[in-house]
């Protein structure tokens, strides 16, 4: 899965304070680093060579030494001031986390389950509301405000050019306000150990132009396409007389399963299986067949149906836009 | 008597105001009570461990409480008359304990094994009280979080009330037997000092339990 | 028979008591008194402090080795992207493993067990004040050890990570037995650690030698002191955790099932109110290490030595206070986390003291360049790039960016390695003579220490990139298009070469313990007093216990009186002190060699191992404890009849 994934490019005005408060945190620390060992260093090559039978000096247990009694505190005085220079910083930036304006934010709760994201689109109007996985578009510029929450164990959600990560915890409810200023597709992923396949669940978020989010929006609001062919159709007819309606929702069909991710607009989502595949025909049909191969320890069993079936269902499947 | 300092080491200097080259101290006790001894630094170990665990299962009953909408969870609070009758007899048995490390100080062997005795009656009653503390505790530790941490609680400290009456018991016993060694007034003693522990940790966890969901 | 205890009787002809100048034949018989019995009953019999100390450093090494070796699989899984080495089941299993070893089973026992060995040499008495306790400690932690690597062999060993954190590892979550063989663990090695713990404090303030006041006691006696009184505040917060964790999960409790009134995150506190403190009281002995090294080594004592105890208490103290900085993820209040980033920066200030007070040693010193000295040179680079990483982590905003990512794994192997495992390796290599009569390989040891130096570096520094760049912790594999594969095979190149370097010390060991050159009594020309008994130390430790002047005993003039006299024997007798100033106070009989420690901890894991079972196994598996520690504990007639000859009423 394509995506930028880095802490230190920001795309957004949290990882830009972040970033900001990063390099001053570093600066700092690396004065620190060459200050200290440069005068390690400088005692090593200073002090006299000597072996185990040289005759301790232990002037210093009868006499004070005022000399690297100065330096010494001097040293932890100048170390406090670089300590109360970071604190400060970080207070300051920790602020300005805070203060992003949430006016027009867009609402989305986000809740984890192992090992998926299951997105909901807030909406004054409740029919406008839509539901997608593993996948996020927001629009450049607008703030967004994230509700999070687990289904299962604890998860933490991260993106690490837009904002810090925050956990989603069963039993609590947490929020995470971050603004995408650069459009882009970046990389996120779970960051809090939830279990045998915590490795790939990872999701994207879609920062786009807002007229072009605008569209997405809409088109996720729709319930699913139809199908428009007896292929189609048939593949249909076996996802909702199967097992897979059991955990999977289509809008506009019976399938209502809450389990898995809601599969309304799949074919318009980049990714398979929270990041683990490309979304292709290919991939689906393997994944469909044989989820363990790629994630193994995941919750989707195995569908090994006659040929023709499969090629149905991943037709029908890849038609839903 | 030599249990003073056989030296005073800051006030010795090289010319040696004590005589000789080295340090005697064949005429030192073999035992001692209280704070000097190695036996009191054990135990005193043990109930800094022990109440560190008590002030930590205290502090997760009100972490959980500042979590829970209603307290106690939708369920009545523990009857009150076990519990009070219990911390009475408890606090009633201090009185015979430390008689009895008294007698111990003393050497007194009849009195240290009759004192012995009455707290081991004592705490024989407050077991058997616990039983019905328990039954009206009023929740299963399986209904919600409240009830797990009010019987761990209670849990934890019947624990305590066990092993110290096991441990009074076996020593009770070899108070009976013979040749004894002056020290075994020691283990008196600190047995002694430890069952003044169990009774003042029940004291927060008895207002935790039973006081606290009331409030 | 009431008599009996009052019995005055305390004429000894005069060759039954120690410290007589010249008495060979009491020599020969005090060294008896206080030798193991022979052949394996004696080995199971054991109490003497440096059985004990020495069998359980090489059990804590032998962790180390097996936890480093899961380590490198886990470093060869992750080399490349996508790899198929390991599944993912192994791969959880496998790094809770190295981290719940590391941390219960390596960095805090060996602190400990080199506390066993070296403390009652240091202060100068004959053995630890509870020995059969520490005995009794050590089995607890070899039989845990063994109970989880069994799992492990076995296929269930827990895998849901060092910290264990429910609802994951809870009931719901984790079918099967495998967190329930962690919770044992950690009670396991908190019964060991505690016990431990209390021996220490109690050793270290009742049996210095006299003379040595707490002003002239050793630094690393000081930091084991101030490590005990951390570990005694600290474990029973995991220890109740690990409690509430299997009570959840074997008898339905809900201490952490957010849907009947509990919390997962009140594990979070519990598990890192003790979780903090940890890593202080792997760090602390470590700087004892530092301490007694640099001085010898830098041909002077350690500058400004009341600040840097005071160092260790601040350490110690702040470090209570710096638990909720593993939850700035979580929803934790503004308020709370700015107090949690103050102290986690105001924490820095000890520890910069203590390496300024260091620095200023080794510039005012003389150096005398060995293995050891090497070792703790290094602390400097990597503990305080370590430092500095945790610094950065202190601060919420960016905490929020690498918590939970290799950015945090690289900071806490900096501080961890660099700051205890650097230091314990130069501890090894200055202590081996003392243990073994022998000194280590300096050849050897210099290839040692520059492959792990390196090696080190090599496998954790680009740790730091990968984690800003996305990388987050406890993955299995990750996927090609992260670009996160060269930086990961450049980490296993180097986690290869600390392999090596650990071998090469293995290598050395085993050479050295047969054919190094003999040591002598002080090789270093160390001022503290293990270093004034023979190498190895007689079974006794001293044949008479010093009494001390000075805060570098071997450094400066013998003042009399030298040592003390008047100990039996025929006995096991020591002599106790007073706390603050070590005034001559009582005999004290230690405790004699006896299978009942080992015994009773059979019979304790019996009770544990079958507690993940079914929870009746408290109630009959404590009858069979109770017995054993009766036993352990009941007189023995011929034992008393001796110790009444040489009683003495207070």
Known sequence: MKGLIHALEPAGPQAAHIASLWWFALALCALVFVAVLGALFVALRRAPRATGGTPPDVTSLHAPEPGARRSVIGAVALSSVGLIALLVASVATDRALAQLSLVDAIGIEVVGHQWWWDVHYDDADPSRTFSTANELHIPVGRPVLLTLKSDDVIHSFWVPNLHGKKDLIPGRTTTLQLQADKPGAYRGQCAEFCGAQHAFMAFLVIAEAPDAYQKWAEAQRKPAREPIDPEQARGRDLFLSGSCMLCHAIQGTPANGRKAPDLTHLASRTTLAAGRLANDAGNLRDWIEDPQRFKPGVNMPAHHVPEDQIKALVTYLRSLE | MSDKPVFPPDRLDTQGAVAGETLDVAQLPSYVFGARGIMWWGTMGVVAIEGTVFAMAIATYFYLRTNGDTWPMGVPAPDLRWGVLNTLIMLASLLPNHWTLHRAKAHDLGRVRGGMLVCLVMGAAFILVRVFEFRTLNVSWDSNAYGSIVWMLLGLHTVHLLTDFGDTLVLYVLMLTGPLEGRRFVDVAENAEYWDFVVLAWLPVFATIYIAPRF | MSATWDSTVNHQPLDRRDGATGATAATDELERTWSERPGLAGWICAVGHKSIGKRFIVTAFCFFVVAG?????????????????????????????????????????????????????????????????????????????????????????????????????????????????????????????????????????????????????????????????????????????????????????????????????????????????????????????????????????????????????????????????????????????????????????????????????????????????????????????????????????LDLQVHDTYFVVAHLHYVLIGGAVFPLFGAWYYWFPKITGRMMGERLGR?????????????????????????????????????????????????????????????????SRRHGEPAGDNPWGAASLEWATASPPPACNFRAIPVVWSEEPLWEPLRRPTHVSGLAVDSREVVSTTVLDAQPDHRYHSPSPTPWPFIAAIATTVMFIASIFTPWAVVWGSIPIMIAMIAWFWPRAGETRKQLVLEKRP
């Open chain 3, 69 to 397: 070796l899961l380590a490198v699989a886990m470093r060869l899984q992750l080399a490349r992207p996508d790899s198929k080495l390991i599944g993912p089941d192994l791969y959880n299993q496998i790094f809770t493993l190295h981290g719940t070893t590391m941390m219960f089973l390596f960095a805090v026992p060996v602190m400990q067990a080199m506390a066993v060995y070296l403390v009652p040499l240091m202060i100068g008495t004959r053995n630890s004040a509870l020995p059969r306790m520490t005995a009794y400690g050590y089995w607890m932690y070899l039989f845990g050890g063994l109970m989880i690597f069994t799992a492990f062999a076995i296929d269930m060993s827990p895998d849901n990570g060092w910290f264990s954190y429910p609802p994951l590892a809870g009931p719901e979550y984790s079918s099967g037995k495998r967190s329930d063989f962690w919770a044992q663990l950690i009670t396991f090695t908190e019964v060991s650690g505690l016990i431990v713990s209390v021996d220490l404090i109690t050793t270290i303030f009742k049996l210095r030698a006299p003379g040595m006041t707490l002003a002239r006691m050793p630094l690393f006696v000081w930091a084991m002191l101030v490590t005990a009184f951390m570990i005694i505040f600290a474990m029973p917060a995991v220890m109740l955790a690990s409690t509430m964790l299997i009570m959840d999960r074997l008898v339905g409790t809900h201490f952490f099932n957010a849907a009947a009134g509990g919390d997962p995150l009140l594990w979070q506190h519990l598990f890192w109110f003790f979780g903090h403190p940890e890593v202080y009281f792997i760090f602390i002995p470590g700087l004892g290490f530092m301490s007694m090294i640099i001085a010898t080594f830098a041909r002077r004592p350690v500058f400004g030595r009341a600040a840097m105890v005071l160092s260790l208490i601040a350490t110690a103290f702040f470090s209570f206070g710096l638990w909720v900085h593993h939850m700035f993820a979580t929803n934790i209040p503004e308020v709370g986390k700015a107090f949690f980033t103050a102290m986690s920066m105001m924490i820095a200030i000890p520890t910069a003291v203590q390496i300024f007070c260091w620095i200023a040693t080794l510039w005012k010193g003389r150096l005398h360049l060995r293995t050891p000295l090497y070792f703790i040179l290094a602390f400097f680079f990597i503990l305080l790039l370590g430092g500095l990483t945790g610094l950065i982590l202190g601060a919420v905003p």
């Open chain 3, 447 to 511: 290839w040692n220490f520059w492959l792990f130096f390196i090696g080190f570096n090599v496998a954790f520094y680009p740790m730091h990139h990968l984690g800003l760049a996305g990388m987050p912790r406890r993955v299995y594999t990750y996927g090609a298009e992260t670009g996160w594969g060269p930086l990961n095979l450049l980490s296993t190149v180097g986690g290869a070469m600390i392999a090596v370097s650990v071998l090469l010390f293995i290598v050395n060991v085993v050479k």
